[in-house]
Structure formats: C-alpha cells, structure tokens
Nanobody
Framework: QVQLVESGGGLVQAGGSLRLSCAASVRTFSTYAVGWFRQAPGKERDFVAA????????YYADSVKGRFTISRDNAKNTIYLQMNSLKPEDTAVYYC????????????????????WGQGTQVTVSS
C-alpha cells in the first residue's frame, strides 16, 4: 500500500498559479501510477490528471488541458500538479491517488482504479 499526503493548496486570485505536491510513502521498488482528482462543494469527485509510473504518459481532463501539468520525481516519491491560469471554477479540494501498476506507461483514469487516496488539500480561486 501507499500513503499519500497532499500539500500546496491555498487561496489564489484568478489567473494565478499554485503547485500541489503529493508525497508518497511506499516500499522500495513499488511501481504506481498517480492521479489527481478534485471535488467542489455539492459536486461529484472529478478526474483532473494522471501520470504513469514512468512519467512518460499523462492524461488530462479537457477542463484543465493547457493550464495544468502533472509530473513526478520518483527518486523523491513525489508527484506534482502545476496549476496555471487558475479560474474560480477550479476551486475544490484536490486529492491525489495511487494505483499500483504492472505496466510502466499505463495511465489509469477512473476513480475506481485507484486504491489509495490522500486526504486532500483545499484550493480556492477568487475572482
């Protein structure tokens, strides 16, 4: 299993940027893909972005393409979500999630694919 801790959330004005981090505590040689999800008040949890274990494959929700970038540093077991040009509709609690994988370039996209979840970090974008 993997334990995940998100950080980097906060309050930012529209058009601003934030970088979220997800620190993963895993056993040595664990291989896992990571996804970012978000949930706004009264809304369902939505997919944001995901990255393969290798870091070579990524996938983004249409709503964040061109604005958000997911990356990872496996030596540090840390995953990042760089968020630029933030909009008020990006306001949500952001969660990272991990899926242990066999194929290094596989990118899961469904919430049900991810077995481990962090507790989330709040991102608030003011207009």
């Amino acid at each position: 299993q993997v334990q995940l801790v998100e950080s980097g959330g906060g309050l930012v004005q529209a058009g601003g940027s934030l970088r979220l981090s997800c620190a993963a505590s895993v056993r040595t040689f664990s291989t896992y893909a990571v996804g970012w999800f978000r949930q706004a008040p009264g809304k369902e949890r939505d997919f944001v972005a995901a990255i393969s274990w290798s870091g070579g494959s990524t996938y983004y929700a249409d709503s964040v393409k061109g604005r958000f970038t997911i990356s990872r540093d496996n030596a540090k077991n840390t995953i990042y979500l760089q968020m630029n040009s933030l909009k008020p509709e990006d306001t949500a609690v952001y969660y990272c999630a991990a899926d242990f994988v066999y194929y290094s370039d596989y990118v899961p996209r469904e919430s049900s694919d991810f077995g481990s979840w962090g507790q989330g970090t709040q991102v608030t974008v003011s207009s």
